[in-house]
């Protein structure tokens, strides 16, 4: 079982950045690949990026590639998803995921979100 909680969300103009962080508990953190996905009101929740159980491979919509950054410290459980040059588009709650590297085909387990409102 993990648990994540997300933290970092606020208000920002737009050009402006943040950092969100996730962290996690439970066990085996460093066998989890973790994504973060967005949802903005009235619209699917999307795939922001993801990162693998050994912090290789990450993989960025398009919308962000470019902008946003995503990083993990197995010594602390925490991913974090840096975001440069915010857009008003970005709006929108952003989730942690994780999934096992060896066991989980989709992701698991969920955080319960940190709003992100990124005004003109």
């Known amino acids: 079982q993990v648990q994540l909680v997300e933290s970092g969300g606020g208000l920002v103009q737009a050009g402006g950045s943040l950092r969100l962080s996730c962290a996690a508990s439970g066990r085996s953190f460093s066998r989890y690949n973790l994504g973060w996905f967005r949802q903005a009101p009235g619209k699917e929740r999307e795939f922001v990026t993801t990162i693998t159980w050994s912090g290789g491979s990450p993989d960025y919509a398009d919308s962000v590639k470019g902008r946003f950054t995503i990083s993990r410290d197995n010594a602390k459980n925490t991913v974090y998803l840096q975001m440069n040059s915010l857009k008003p588009e970005d709006t929108a709650v952003y989730y942690c995921?994780?999934?096992?590297?060896?066991?989980?085909?989709?992701?698991?387990?969920w955080g319960q979100g940190t709003q992100v409102t990124v005004s003109s």
């Open positions: 995921a994780a999934k096992h590297s060896d066991y989980d085909r989709a992701y698991r387990y």
